[in-house]
């Protein structure tokens, strides 16, 4: 029996439509884990990849802040190949509209101006908390081996990139492929 890949997934700033539509690969999820074995995940206990590495990391969502700048650097640090899933990773998405405007408008308008804040509204102010950024593509923060777009992209798609990988070839992705409902 060959080694399975070790495979490590995170999302950045999304809506986490991409890992809802990998869990729409339904039974076929029991076919892949043949073929992998998924590690650190939003649907499983551990939260980063291995720290002695992975075969193939994941990332969903566009990056936003300096907390998804770190967990796209050490994705990429940590893995053989990394794949952006969805258009917020590939392109930046809906996230990326944020940068119509300047941050301050955003950090005003979320915390201040909308309708639910209380009266004593404030931005908050912590080294704690990520700074935000302008929203970029992860492949303008990290080098990205497998760019699969969609929003979010078809299960088929996902079924299709993660298990050419498994396999150890590079997913093609045209026509067919390229088409999501």
């Known amino acids: ?7 490590a997934s995170d999302w950045l700033a999304g809506c986490a439509g991409c890992h809802m539509s990998f869990l ?5 999820i029991a076919k ?3 073929l992998v074995d998924l ?3 939003p ?4 939260k980063e990849p291995d720290e002695n590495g992975c075969d193939i990391g994941i990332l969903e969502g566009a990056i936003n802040n300096t907390a998804n700048e770190e967990v796209a650097k050490r994705m990429r640090e940590r893995c053989k190949i990394l794949v952006a899933l969805g258009d917020c990773a590939v392109f930046g998405g809906v996230v990326a509209m944020r940068n119509f405007g300047t941050i301050e408008d955003a950090l005003k308008r979320a915390y201040i101006e909308t309708e639910s804040t209380d009266a004593e509204g404030k931005i908050p102010s912590d080294p704690e908390i990520a700074r935000p950024t302008r929203v970029r593509a992860v492949k303008e ?3 990205v081996d497998v760019a699969v777009p969609g929003c979010p992209p078809d299960a088929d798609v996902i079924y299709y990139v ?3 990988l498994a396999q150890g070839r590079v997913p093609k992705l045209k026509d067919e492929l390229l088409h999501w409902h």
């Open 24 to 28: 729409d690969i339904d039974e076929r």
């Open 43 to 46: 649907i499983t206990d551990l």
């Open 1 to 7: 029996m060959t080694k399975k890949l070790k495979v």
């Open 141 to 143: 923060v990290v080098k």
């Open 39 to 41: 590690r650190s995940t």
């Open 32 to 34: 892949l884990v043949e």
């Open 162 to 164: 993660l298990s050419e």
